[in-house]
């Protein structure tokens, strides 16, 4: 029988068997690699990915998708999740952990901030996201795109945009351009933020108002002295800062107390 796709699951399954095999080819999967597939669909990945692997997880929410996926596959190299990925244990899998998947892109943004928690047991992630999605990861500053998710991806992961998939290649097509990225766990000696709550709240706050300067952004955090210090100009806006920039903040505040 035919799968009708649910919007609200964000259901654009892929159809173009160039686009798999290239997806595929760039995820470069070796036999024993421990995998997960977020949202396998109707398994248009996950069928060449069998192919190269003992073993494959894959994590869907869609209940008609999962029995499907039973069918077509048995249970001997698959192990199915039936549930959401945003409250998906990674930890209950083995380390070091590849991810992949064709996400919903309804989902994605707190999906990349719930698996940044599991960094230190993920070996590398390679998704599809919608383009303009990818281009905030991995935008640099002082351009349009960079911000909050720029800066909290960039400090954990390395990332790289690796090609882009036009809407054609799915059925039913998205009204929106999607690419591939790649995130890169960073060892933890390059994680140098003392406090990352006060660094996500110091980031979020200086992308909260973004025609607004580091001056009144942070005012909560930092005097005119602080800047000083630590020789940032405050009447620069939040997009001209670095990772490293924001790191330093954050741990000024840190240190200095209350
Ligand atoms: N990988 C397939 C492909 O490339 O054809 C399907 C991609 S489709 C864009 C997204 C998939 O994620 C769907 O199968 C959908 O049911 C599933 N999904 C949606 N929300 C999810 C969630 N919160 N957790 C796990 N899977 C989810």
Redesign the pocket.
Known sequence: MEHRA?KR??????TDPNTVRRIVDAIRPASDDNMVE?????G??TEPLLARLEHLHV????RD?IARLAMRFGSEQLTIHEG???KFDFATLAAPLRVV????YN?STPLLFHLAAFADRIRDMTFMLQKEVVMRIVAEPATADYGRLSVMLQYRFRVGRLFDVSPGAFTPAPKVMSSIVRLVPLPPEALNATDEALLERVVAAAFGQRRKTLRNTLREFMAEADFLALGIDSGLRGERLTVGDFVRIANHVSARGA
């Open positions: 649910r699951f964000g259901q654009n399954f892929l977020i949202g396998p669909g109707l248009a990945m994590v869907e929410i869609d998708l959401d990925a945003l998947g064709n996400l919903p989902i």
